[in-house]
């Protein structure tokens, strides 16, 4: 049976190993949050050990497509995924849910560094991740796991999607919040808080997306993934 690698623990890489059907699905998850949601099938935690370990992963598990259904920001491991696949000639296929639309008033940055000096003294509830927290000096953090090591100034709210804008709209009013940062994440599990954030008036900053890599082939959907390997282009 062929073999069709999909990189992630996002929803959309768990869905994708639910839907793909007549191959061997194995899902990699990179271990960075502890008791991850697990995808049904074959799964694999933790690296590969650069684009050397995962070349010689495709090779040794006869790997005949891989799927880099990974999160937005995940440009690393992206980027190894094409390296390696370009080496080992497995074709990869992008699977990247669109981004959010842009509101009138959002204020768009290229890094967390400039999305914490765009805070200014204001108040302001992160929702970045517990990677590159150490960015701000202040504020209300949720995470889904604890950063390490702890971030001086900042309240870290531990806690885990999907969000209602109820409950957010609470948050916002019970941390007396007066700016919201967020990445360009998309997808409906998070985006409660951007709903809530324009209820309130509150204005939002948006850490625009690392670009992919040059000549890679990019789908936004599940179901255009499913297709892609269904039909062959992915040699599954």
Request: aromatic letters at 4%; proline letters at 7%; hydrophobic letters at 45%.
């Amino acid at each position: 049976m062929r073999t069709v690698l999909v990189l992630g623990g996002t929803g959309e890489a768990r869905a994708l190993a639910a839907e793909l059907t007549g191959v061997r699905v194995v899902s990699s998850l990179a271990g960075r949050v502890s008791a991850p949601r697990l995808p049904v099938g074959e799964v694999r935690i933790g690296g590969f050990g650069g684009v050397d370990g995962l070349v010689e992963y495709l090779r040794a598990e006869h790997v005949s497509a891989v799927v880099d259904a990974t999160h937005p920001f995940a440009a690393g491991i992206t980027a190894n995924a094409v390296a390696a696949c370009r080496v080992a000639g497995v074709p990869l296929l992008v699977l990247r849910r669109p981004g959010w639309p842009a509101e009138e008033g959002w204020t768009w940055v290229d890094s967390l560094e400039e999305a914490a000096a765009a805070v200014g003294e204001r108040r302001a509830f992160i929702t970045t991740g517990r990677q590159g927290l150490g960015a701000f000096s202040s504020g209300v953090a949720r995470t889904v796991d604890p950063p390490d090591p702890p971030v001086p100034g900042v309240e870290v709210l531990l806690d885990r999607g999907p969000y209602t804008v109820d409950s957010e709209l609470e948050l916002l009013r019970a941390h007396d919040i007066e700016v919201l940062v967020t990445k360009d994440s998309g997808g409906p599990m998070t985006a409660a808080k951007l709903e809530a954030a324009k209820t309130l008036g509150i204005p939002v900053i948006v850490v625009r997306r690392p670009p992919l890599p040059d000549g890679v082939e990019v789908v936004g959907t599940v179901a255009a993934a499913v297709e892609w390997v269904s039909r062959g282009s992915g040699g599954a």
